[in-house]
């Protein structure tokens, strides 16, 4: 009987390394893939139920009356430590939301909550990411400072 080898016998133990890689990375580099923003469904894409896009009157029913009240904007102030600045375009419709939280705390959003994914600190503590959303018509960042006592801002921005 001959015996006959599509790889010679040195080859072989070559191909069995090469294929037994593949199962190993193949599989790791899939679910980095995975981890690919969703353009058509942001995480975060409302404050309080306001969006971009609403009526100055319907934020204002959501949130009701401004601190500061204009034509292209509206200041709120819902405790010592949360405000928002809504501000709106020609058409009197949301164009940006911008909350500002002055320390971090349990009511606070993390960074997984807003961006869908974690966000690695500098040094310093402080963090900053933006995801475009270009189908959805909108970017999202989140920005904390540095300190003990850090100010956090999320920002929705509509984009032209």
């Given at each position: ?49 306001v969006q971009i896009g609403m009526t100055t009157e319907e934020t204002r029913k959501k949130l009701g ?17 949360e405000t928002a600045q809504i501000v709106y375009d020609r058409a009197h419709k949301v164009a940006t ?18 961006m869908g994914l974690d966000i690695e600190p500098k040094p310093d503590g402080s963090m900053y990411k ?31």
């Open positions: 009987m001959t015996r006959m080898f599509l790889v010679s016998p040195g080859k072989s133990l070559a191909v069995v390394f090469a294929v037994t890689a593949l199962i190993y990375f193949v599989p790791a580099h899939s679910k980095a893939q995975k981890k690919v923003v969703d353009d058509e469904h942001p995480v975060f894409r409302e404050y309080r139920g009356t401004p601190k500061d009240k204009g034509d292209e904007q509206d200041f709120y102030i819902f405790s010592d430590r939301l911008s909350v500002d939280f002055s320390s971090a705390g349990p009511d606070v959003p993390t960074p997984r909550a807003v933006m995801i475009r959303y270009a189908k959805a018509g909108f970017w999202v960042s989140y920005n904390r400072t540095a300190g003990d006592s850090p100010l956090i801002t999320i920002t929705i921005q509509k984009i032209d």
